[in-house]
């Protein structure tokens, strides 16, 4: 597919470029995956150096709602350009709605629609994953094309957005087109603390939005020292025939020392439980915690 053209934006180029090869001594991953009897895919970085490593991080994974975190990182590209207003009000009807049960506290609580400021519309989309809110953004932008076309701008390619979140409910196998590897996914994460790229009080208004939100709080938050500091986007599919498609997290974890750890771990076709899905996730978080605090 050829990508449509989007407004010149950040470049990704991260505080430092991932160094993707094994820099420390590491836990067997493998043995940490192996109970979420799925395909699982991990990594992660110490952003202020060039140290990383990745467990199957070029495999492809659907991303649900990890891709709401593209979509909100484009919004903000437009606000510090003047495209786009944190203030601005944004028209939500009936037909904006994402069906149940697709996740939708704004349809819930606005069942005949509202307007919402563009910084509310955000926080239901960052913070609480919510569908509607962010099928209206998606619609703000001119589609998922453009955020596509973005990703390519910032040099992100393996990350996909082409769908929106009425089309990936309508059908199962949508969710698998708009994928990340786990590599792409720290790549993101980089163009977000970008100082060349975000302006800071949009760079810190879209952590703030990332470190409030009540979901996956057992997965890369899980295992880590109560209070860590952790700003992260989750993605959860539904089951269909005992089979999940997707149980993801992403994330920036502020270390002890003021650094930033980024960690991408991603489950495709799982056959486990929920809690064990997630046990999978916080382990492998904590063991790329303990690898950062090990290093120099």
């Known amino acids: 597919m050829v990508r449509a053209r989007a407004s010149p ?3 990704a180029v991260g505080l430092l470029a991932p160094l993707w090869a094994q820099t420390a001594a590491m836990p067997d991953i493998a043995a940490m995956a192996a109970p979420a009897q799925g395909q699982v895919g991990a990594a992660f970085s110490l952003m202020e150096t060039e140290k990383a490593y ?5 495999d492809r994974f659907p991303m649900q709602s990890v891709y709401k975190l593209p979509i909100a990182l484009h919004v903000m590209t437009r606000v510090d350009r003047g495209r ?5 009000l944004v028209q939500i009807t009936p037909k904006d709605f994402v069906k149940p049960p697709q996740w939708s506290p704004l349809r819930d609580r606005y069942p005949q629609g509202t307007s919402l400021t563009l910084d509310e519309v955000l926080a239901y989309n960052v913070s609480q994953s919510d569908g509607t809110a962010c ?3 998606l619609r703000e932008l001119g589609g998922p094309e453009m955020v596509d076309a973005f990703l390519e701008l910032i040099k992100i390619t393996e990350m996909r957005v082409l769908n929106t979140e009425k089309q990936i409910g309508a059908r199962q196998a949508t969710q698998y087109k708009n994928y990340s590897t786990p590599v792409a996914a720290i790549q993101l994460l980089y163009a977000i603390m970008n ?3 975000l302006k800071p009080a949009s760079r810190d208004f879209l952590l703030k939005l990332m470190t409030e939100t009540p979901t996956g709080m057992r997965r890369i938050k899980g295992n880590l020292p109560p209070g860590t500091p952790v700003a992260h986007k989750t993605g959860t599919s539904g089951t269909l025939k005992g089979v999940t498609a997707a149980t993801n997290d992403i994330g920036i974890v502020t270390l002890p020392d003021g650094r930033h750890l980024a960690v991408a771990v991603f489950i495709r076709d799982s056959r486990a439980d929920e809690a064990t899905r997630e046990a999978v996730i916080a382990r492998i978080a904590r063991a790329a915690y303990d690898w950062a605090l090990a290093l120099p």
Do not use: T, W, Y
């Open 9 to 11: 934006a950040i470049v």
């Open 54 to 58: 990745a467990f199957h991080g070029n």
């Open 84 to 88: 786009m207003a944190l203030n601005q």
């Open 135 to 137: 099928d209206v953004l």
């Open 195 to 197: 100082p060349r790229g």
